[in-house]
């Protein structure tokens, strides 16, 4: 009962250095999400895919690329860190668009914390 | 005005009573409306939706008021286990649009033996 996996669950970066976010869903969704979620802040969207080879940005996409090649995995790319990307990231899924109240399920997080 | 507004609490509450808090959003077009719950340091995970007619699961009942543009949520007979942060979320793009969703920031509440 796997649903959505997000690898690693923690991760401190030196600034300047890269690393991709790992994320995977077994529910055969079409829709994957990225948010970021910083101290008493709401979840913002960084980047969202509504299929395999599509992506689109969100609200904050700066700093961060994305692909999504298959439709189970949907990877996020830190290319150069910096401090304010020091955040928890989630994961998320749903099984299409959010029109009639379609659920959207998170992964567990990744802590990110850029030194 | 923010899009999606909510007291940041934390509201301390006796284990037993009820609780009450509210949400608003700025953009009166919104079409879904949810109540997360949020544990300390784990992924948020929808409690209920919230529909024009209400919802009741349970012990929390979900309420939309449209004209005042504001979603409620009120917990009877308070559990321990009640403790978390609930976050208000609202689809503010009509048609569903995948990055509609807004989140509000939360409401943390404790609950008190």
């Known amino acids: 009962n796997a649903g959505v996996t997000q690898t690693p669950k923690f991760r401190i970066l030196k600034i300047g250095q890269s690393m991709t976010l790992q994320c995977a869903q077994d529910m055969n969704h079409n829709y994957m999400y990225w948010y970021r979620q910083d101290p008493g802040m709401g979840l913002k969207l960084i980047y969202y895919?509504?299929?395999?080879?599509?992506?689109d940005k969100g609200e904050v996409p700066n700093g961060y690329n994305v692909s999504r090649s298959t439709t189970e995995d949907f990877p996020l790319r830190l290319e150069l860190a910096a401090p304010s990307q020091t955040s928890v990231y989630f994961c998320a899924s749903s099984e299409t668009d959010l029109a009639s109240g379609n659920t959207i399920y998170f992964g567990e997080g990744s802590w990110l914390t850029v030194v | 005005r923010k899009e999606v507004e909510q007291d940041p609490g934390p509201f301390n509450v006796p284990e037993g009573a009820t609780v009450a808090f509210n949400c608003t959003y700025s953009n009166s077009a919104s079409q879904s409306f949810f109540w997360y719950r949020q544990d300390c340091r784990k992924e948020p995970k929808l409690l209920m939706s919230?529909?024009?007619s209400g919802n009741e699961d349970g012990r929390f009942t979900a309420q939309l008021n449209r004209a005042s543009q504001y979603i409620s949520l009120l917990i009877r007979d308070s559990k321990l286990s009640d403790s978390a942060t609930y976050l208000c979320?609202?689809?503010?793009?009509?048609?569903?649009?995948?990055?509609?969703?807004?989140f509000g920031k939360g409401t943390h509440l404790i609950i008190q033996p």
């Open positions: 979320v609202v689809n503010m793009k009509g048609g569903g649009g995948a990055d509609g969703l807004t």
């Open positions: 919230v529909y024009s």
């Open positions: 895919s509504v299929g395999a080879g599509i992506t």
